[in-house]
Nanobody, 117 residues
Framework: QVQLVESGGGLVQAGGSLRLSCAAS????????MGWYRQTPGKQRELVAV???????NYADSVKGRFTISRDNAERAVYLLMNNLKPEDTAVYYC???????????WGQGTQVTVSS
């Protein structure tokens, strides 16, 4: 199976920055897409950013220009640099990976990001 472990969440003031990391471990051939999602109480989990194995990226409109997703294939890791954070970015952030040869995708345990105004 595959394990995803996130780190880097925390409390930051509005306008500040945080960098989330997610490392994959386990038995697998390769990682296709990797991404970050977020969820607040009472709401559905939403896509924040995703990156393919060749570096193509896609972002939610709400984070474009502020967040940057990147990955290190050798390290089996994905990162999310979050700049100019806003209180509405407060959420639990989850790492997601689509991993071969498995069907479906895997999730991390989540990391809390809190942005104070």
């Amino acid at each position: 199976q595959v394990q995803l472990v996130e780190s880097g969440g925390g409390l930051v003031q509005a306008g500040g920055s945080l960098r989330l990391s997610c490392a994959a471990s386990g038995s697998f051939f390769s990682i296709r897409s990797m991404g970050w999602y977020r969820q607040t109480p009472g709401k559905q989990r939403e896509l924040v950013a995703v990156i393919t194995s060749i570096g193509l990226t896609n972002y939610a409109d709400s984070v474009k220009g502020r967040f940057t997703i990147s990955r290190d294939n050798a390290e089996r890791a994905v990162y999310l640099l979050m700049n100019n954070l806003k209180p509405e970015d407060t959420a639990v952030y989850y790492c997601n990976a689509d991993v071969l040869p498995y069907r479906g995708s895997f999730w991390g345990q989540g990391t809390q990001v809190t942005v104070s105004s």
